[in-house]
């Protein structure tokens, strides 16, 4: 009888629990949600939340906010969203630079790479390096033996100073011995902008930042990060015997510490508007290539991804001491 009524209580207990997980998810959210982008207005990162926000906003059936907090190369909006309370209210755009390069090179507050828990990847990005159209060189190779022969002559307009992309630009300058000025701006877009207008003379960016621009005109490709459907006759790095992952993501990251339940239901929510037609439509318009990994998956591939990147930025002298 007494082991009856254990396996009663048992249930019982299970059952609550299982009901209040439910309820829980049921009821999440109640209020708007703040999506945290840590880089300028008409970037890579504010476009991707921008998206990510309008459908999940559909399906989640509240307003979600997005929120520019620009500053230190993408530091403040990272740092601001992991002392964030883990309640679900306010997300971050998870990229490899806030993510995984920022952490890296500095300790500013404690940050690092498990500061947050990964949730769902919906985009990967074909990072292109551009120059102004009516630039000498028709690839990155010639723009390597312009800048050898003339150290310091040549301006990298740098997206920002710990982005992804701008570390990842300035791990190839360093491997392939090029030398050149470098001039901060606070997103892709600023950036591309600078080439337009002659004050840089290369940058490296995203699609969102450069499709519109290559296609008008007004800017050239040099070489891309993969091959391209759209760019056919555009080299990519490795084509033109370079090493390295030339690769960008966006994401939807948590504060660590948030509810299981409220996990689930954002990834719930990335892996059906992932399969919307629409969504996929809004992505690939933007140059991006839809994308739906998530969970340990997805934790997995960054936790690769930091290893390489702490390897190499070890080997230039950025890490953080």
Known sequence: MGNFKKVICSVMALAFVMGFSMEAQAEYPKKPITLVSPYGAGGDSDISARVWAEFARKELGQPILVVNKTGAGGLTGTLYASKAKPDGYTLFLGQAGPCIMVPLITKTGGLNKDSFDYLSRFIVTNSGAVANVDAPWSNLKEFQEAAIKEPGKYVFSSPSATSWLALAFRSWLFQNDVKVKVVEYTSGAESATSIIGNHGDVTFTFPPNYTSLVDSGKLKLLALGAKSEKYPDVPTFAELGYK??????????????????????????????????????????????????????????????????HTLLNELGYLAK
Not at 252 to 265: H, T
Not at 279 to 295: M, R, Y
Request: no cysteine; charged share 25%; proline share 6%.
């Open 244 to 309: 390295g992952n030339f690769y960008g993501w966006s994401g939807i990251v948590i504060p660590k510490g948030a509810p299981q339940e409220i996990k689930d239901r954002l990834i719930e929510v990335t892996n059906i508007i992932s399969k919307n037609p629409e969504f996929i439509k809004a992505i690939k318009n933007l140059g991006f290539t839809p994308d739906n990994t998530s969970g340990a998956e997805w934790q997995k591939q960054v936790d690769a991804q930091y290893q390489e990147m």
